[in-house]
């Protein structure tokens, strides 16, 4: 029964942009936009919405730009 609730209940999903370059960034930043799949500037991924997606965006919102789609 929980499981039939899950597959109607669609999961939140968020687009992350890199806007800004990460030369002069601290090394952990620069790990967090590495594991969230960003390279070049313009480049985008998608993610579900949860915590974790959340705390890394948290470290690193300067950089980025978020949607929600």
């Keep these: 029964m929980a499981a ?6 669609e999961a939140k999903m ?3 942009t890199l806007v800004k370059s990460t030369i002069a ?3 952990n930043q620069k790990a967090n936009v590495e594991a969230l799949g960003l ?3 313009g480049s985008s ?4 919405d949860d915590a974790v997606v959340r705390g890394m ?9 978020v949607e929600e789609i």
Excluded: D, G, P, Q
């Excluded at 039939?4 to 209940?9: I, Q, S």
């Excluded at 991924?45 to 579900?48: G, H």
């Design 39 to 41: 390279h070049k500037v």
């Design 57 to 65: 965006i948290k470290k690193v919102s300067h950089l980025v730009k």
């Design 14 to 16: 968020i687009k992350v």
């Design 25 to 27: 960034c601290l090394k």
């Design 45 to 48: 991924n998608t993610f579900r």
């Design 4 to 9: 039939a609730k899950k597959k109607t209940e």
